[in-house]
């Protein structure tokens, strides 16, 4: 009889205890979710720009909005920021160019997520490219494309300049007569002999023309805002798609000595030689 009454008063207390584990797991769902939908691409921009008749207010700063805006893009979550942005800029955007992944398009549709794409009469051109996160002749086409529009802007105009995790690939422009594979060459060869990612960016930016700064130097002299969705702890700039919008110092003795370091320097292709060999053009448009 005593194990009966054992078992009977057993029940209620497993009930109870399924009820708050179902309760915990409920929870612990919710705050999920919600941690997703807090970093959303469209999310977050439209938590980062607020549109007041003619002008946006970004991190408390105010832009005049005549019909004067330009937008370009590169990063894995830069669709759904592009398609939210110009949904508040409105006709005040003139044109933009993006850089995102190669079937990323397709993967939103795919998944329900129309909301992050672009609408079919949209001033943003999409570009697609970066196959398995590897720069591609795709990729420096766009980015190509970026530099283009960068650099037709005057002192009148804005540029809004979208950037996350993956820009780097997104955006490859290696410095004449330097060859996208012989960067990529470069590149590899230190990652292999065991650079830090600090070395690698060091050399990455000496010989690309848009990162390091060289994307807001190219745009100068119009205003240049960055909205930038970071994927790397501490949300170092400079290093988040190799720091376009990011002023950096790059000195050529620095660059050989981390190539030299790794015993590099004397397989060096010879665009390779000539661009670190030219007098340092800091602060100029590239």
Not at 106 to 128: A, W, Y
Not at 248 to 258: A, F, K, R
Not at 262 to 279: C, G
Request: aromatic share 2%; hydrophobic share 45%.
């Amino acid at each position: 009889m005593a194990r009966v009454l054992s078992l009977f008063r057993l029940q209620p207390f497993l009930a109870v205890a399924s009820k708050r584990k179902l309760s915990m797991d409920s929870r612990a769902r919710g705050v999920f979710a919600a941690a997703v939908e807090a970093v959303q691409s469209d999310t977050v921009v439209r938590q980062s720009i607020e549109r007041k008749e003619d002008c946006v207010i970004i991190d408390g700063h105010k832009f005049t909005l005549k019909h004067n805006l330009h937008l370009v893009g590169f990063g894995k979550a830069v669709l759904g920021m592009a398609a939210e942005a110009e949904r508040i800029v409105g006709d005040h955007l003139v044109k933009g160019i993006i850089s995102v992944p190669h079937g990323i398009q397709q993967t939103m549709k795919q998944h329900g997520k129309d909301h992050l794409l672009l609408k079919e009469n949209s001033r943003i051109k999409v570009m697609e490219g970066a196959k398995h996160n590897l720069p591609d002749a795709d990729a420096e086409k766009a980015a190509e494309g970026i530099k283009q529009l960068a650099s037709e802007l005057t002192e009148k105009d804005l540029l809004l300049v979208l950037i996350s995790g993956g820009g780097s690939a997104l955006l490859p422009a290696p410095i004449p007569p330097i060859s996208l594979q012989e960067k990529l060459d470069v590149t590899r060869k230190l990652a292999g002999a065991g650079a830090t990612i600090q070395e690698l960016n060091t050399v990455r930016r000496a010989l690309s023309s848009l990162k390091g700064g060289g994307l807001a130097h190219c745009a100068h002299p119009a205003q240049v805002i960055a909205l930038i969705l970071s994927d790397v702890i501490g949300d170092p700039l400079d290093l988040i798609a190799s720091g376009p919008t990011v002023q950096s110092d790059i000195w050529p003795e620095e660059v050989l000595s981390v190539l030299e370091r790794y015993k590099l320097l004397n397989s060096l292709p010879a665009s390779v030689k000539d661009v670190l060999e030219r007098p340092n053009t800091q602060g100029t448009k590239r």
